[in-house]
């Protein structure tokens, strides 16, 4: 058994429209189209996002809820190809290197880092989302100060998905890759970030190349049983 999507949903079912107690409107068809309709995607054509549109996936990363509402995230946007090659090469030295150190067969690295190569590069815009302590409370002990870390780091995934969905919204492709997680040093010395940001994820955009209409590329997801339990 899989989740129900819309598509499979009678319309009868979905009203398309509703006005909640506090007036607002709620367009329920447009809403699950959204999230259902967001996918990872990797192939980008080559025209560039204009700086209005990204500045709108900011706005609404920004207006994502975060821990005592510190809003503890940061964003390096990467639109010129000289930043975009020089991270890109930066991050294929590194991931080389620790492939080989991992046994893995050469010609299976090269396949690998290539393909890397040519996400990152071929990408109108990167967006390296970071997370910094900077305006976050102070403990004196470890646990509390590893769950000020933890709550740091989820309002920060908190704030992607919202610019995922705005990408989705504004007809971008967009795919969330966490490699920064594994060289935050080698992110943070490419991009000359502050000290305090820390690198978390990396979201690569671009006007999507990869031919497909929205309701026929939804993926199942787990049924609600899998991962929900009531009490």
């Known amino acids: 058994m899989k989740v129900q999507l819309l598509d499979e949903i009678p319309m009868s079912d979905v009203e398309?429209?509703?006005?909640t107690d506090?007036?607002?409107?709620?367009?329920?068809e447009q809403f699950w189209r959204l999230v259902q309709g967001r996918r990872s995607i990797r192939r980008y054509r080559p025209e560039p996002i204009p700086a209005s549109i990204l500045e709108k996936l900011l706005?609404?990363?920004?207006w994502a809820p975060s821990a005592h509402n510190r809003q503890p995230w940061r964003f390096c946007i990467a639109?010129?190809?000289s930043t975009k090659e020089r991270l890109s090469g930066q991050?294929?030295?590194r991931w080389r290197r620790d492939l080989m150190a991992d046994g893995a067969d050469a010609a299976f690295v090269e396949r690998r880092i290539a393909i890397s190569h040519a996400r990152l590069t071929s990408a109108a815009a990167l967006v390296v989302a970071c997370a910094t302590m900077e305006d976050?409370?102070?403990y004196p002990d470890p646990a509390r100060t590893q769950a000020e870390w933890t709550m740091t780091v989820q309002s920060t995934a908190l704030a992607c998905q919202n610019l995922l969905l705005a990408a989705h919204q504004y007809g971008l492709g967009a795919c969330w890759m966490c490699a920064p997680l594994f060289v935050p040093e080698l992110v943070q010395d490419v991009l000359q970030l502050p000290e305090s940001w820390q690198p978390q994820a990396l979201i690569t955009l671009g006007y999507p190349a990869e031919g497909y209409a929205a309701h026929?590329?939804?993926k199942e997801r787990a049924p609600l049983a899998h991962v929900v339990c009531w009490r």
């Open 16 to 19: 398309a429209s509703k006005q």
């Open 22 to 28: 506090d007036g607002r409107i709620v367009d329920e």
């Open 59 to 62: 706005t609404a990363a920004a």
């Open 79 to 81: 639109t010129e190809q």
């Open 91 to 93: 991050m294929r030295i």
């Open 136 to 138: 976050m409370d102070v």
């Open 216 to 218: 026929e590329i939804i």
